[in-house]
């Protein structure tokens, strides 16, 4: 297991959980140009009551997202803390999808279903599909240290080094002097 000790909810730091909200609000701003080209029936609705929807179904996914964490902060069995967090996020971005077709479906009835149904599907494939990916990716990147970078070389560094013997260092300073 890569990070067994530590829980979803302390790896979701501020600074995690500011890009990963980032990437929900891309959803947004995706979905207020991807559901007027796909639905007939969402070019109807105003830019403004379109993008309050959307920012209803974004409150909506942050909110799963958190009791998501919340109630599910470890692990089972062997799987490895940045899976697990990736099949939370996937069951976060179904669950935004659910309620988004929920919302669209009881506020607007005379809409056909096919209607709720694409936008239902722009959440599962672009949410859970590619953009659980990237959340991926920004969660695993700050779970793995990144590399230190390498000390210079200086004389000090080779002498204390276990490759080159003392009494070298010592016949290389005494000939500097």
């Known amino acids: 297991m890569i990070a067994s000790s530590i829980s979803a ?3 979701m730091g501020k600074k995690v959980r ?9 959803m947004l701003v995706f979905s207020l140009k991807y559901s007027q080209n796909v639905s007939s029936f969402l070019t109807n609705l105003s830019q403004d009551e379109l993008l309050l929807n959307l ?15 919340f109630c ?12 697990h967090m990736y ?4 069951s976060s971005w179904v669950l935004a999808g659910f309620f988004a077709f929920l919302l669209h479906y009881f506020k607007y ?3 056909s279903l096919s209607s709720h149904i694409k936008f239902f599907g722009g959440y599962v494939i672009l949410g859970a599909g590619i953009l659980a990916q990237l959340e991926y990716s920004t969660e695993l990147s700050h779970l793995i240290p990144t590399k230190k970078q390498p000390k210079k070389t200086t004389f000090a560094n080779v002498c204390n ?3 080159i013997y003392l009494d070298i260092c010592n016949k ?3 000939a500097l002097y």
Not at 72 to 83: A, C, E, I, Y
Request: aromatic share 18%; glycine share 2%.
């Open 9 to 11: 909810n302390e790896l």
């Open 18 to 26: 500011f890009l990963v909200y980032l990437i929900s609000l891309s």
């Open 55 to 69: 920012f209803f179904v974004f409150c909506a996914h942050l909110v799963v997202r958190e009791l998501l964490h």
């Open 72 to 83: 599910f902060p470890r692990p089972l069995g062997t799987l490895s803390l940045p899976r």
């Open 87 to 90: 099949y939370l996020s996937i």
């Open 109 to 111: 009835p005379d809409f």
């Open 161 to 163: 080094s276990d490759i």
């Open 172 to 174: 290389f300073t005494k």
